[in-house]
């Protein structure tokens, strides 16, 4: 009998089926009631009294690695089963939904791509910033009402650490680093210590531009102004400036553009005037170069900001600011690249 044990623990070992009838014909062939294995139980009973402990020891051993092979054989073929499934090449693929831009990254990259054009490449500065880069460096007299047009939020202990209120605060970094010729366009966000509401946030977007070079001109300045206009909001748009103060700037001038709701009749929008502001610009004031390390004898240059916001809210009336960092799918999913 131990001859015929060990004979079937070999077989059983070395079994290999392809499919799960020829599991289920081994299972017969071994384990059912008429199976071999069943067969040596019932010789068992004839087993001298002596042998018995031994006999009946390996048995079991034999049923048991009878049981777990076939089950491991059963498993494995189920899982290749399964695979095989996966690689149906011809099954169409599980919907994958794909997200959409921010209006506001639409917007700021159409930005970056017409001052682009222009030859303006990017640069970035950091949100927490220095009273330095934010106003001293930028012509804001240490005592000059224009600090508190810009509600600034102070870090308590430190007021000299401050959150950016304008991306002006790039001009100045750059200018401390680099000589002219300068030309760049800073995208980034800004904070102001405002209550929020539907026209007013404590945070928002601006992209800032700086052209420094030898004999830059308001005329350069104008007609960069246009140029932008007209690639943002088409080539009917019309563009007028109207003096203005800035600390960095002088002269300063505001730019208001034909309103393009109403293609400048007058509407609630334009408030009947048929115009909308839309940046701050200026020529860089000599005062603002020589802070920065650059001679203001040889050079000169102009500068411009706008809200990334406010250009948006024309492109796409978009009524309240609020919904712009509420990161609600069925406000952001309605806006899509123009290119
Ligand atoms: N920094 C100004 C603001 O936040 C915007 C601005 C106005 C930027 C005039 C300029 C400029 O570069 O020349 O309101």
Partial sequence: ????INQLKAEIE???AANAQEVEALRIKYLSKKGEISALMADFRTVPAEQKRELGQKLNELKTLATDKLNAMREALEQTDNLSDDFDLSRSAAPMPLGSRHPLSLVKNEIISIFSRLGFTIAEGPEIEDDWHVFSS???????PARDMQDTFFIQRNPDVLLRTHTSSVQSRVMEKTQPPIRIICPGRVYRNEAISARAHCFFHQVEALYVDKN???ADLRQTLLYFAREMFGPETKIRLRPSYFPFTEPSAEMDISCNLCGGKGCSFCKHTGWVEILGCGMVDPNVLEACGIDSKV???FAL???VERITNLKYQVKDLRMFS???VRFL???QAAH
């Fill in 305 to 307: 900001g706008m809200g």
């Fill in 14 to 16: 070395a079994l290999s």
């Fill in 333 to 335: 999913e309605q806006f």
């Fill in 326 to 328: 509420e990161n609600d």
């Fill in 299 to 301: 050079y000169n240059g």
């Fill in 1 to 4: 009998m131990i001859d015929k």
């Fill in 216 to 218: 830059v001109s308001f």
């Fill in 138 to 144: 930028l012509n804001f007299a240490e005592d000059h």
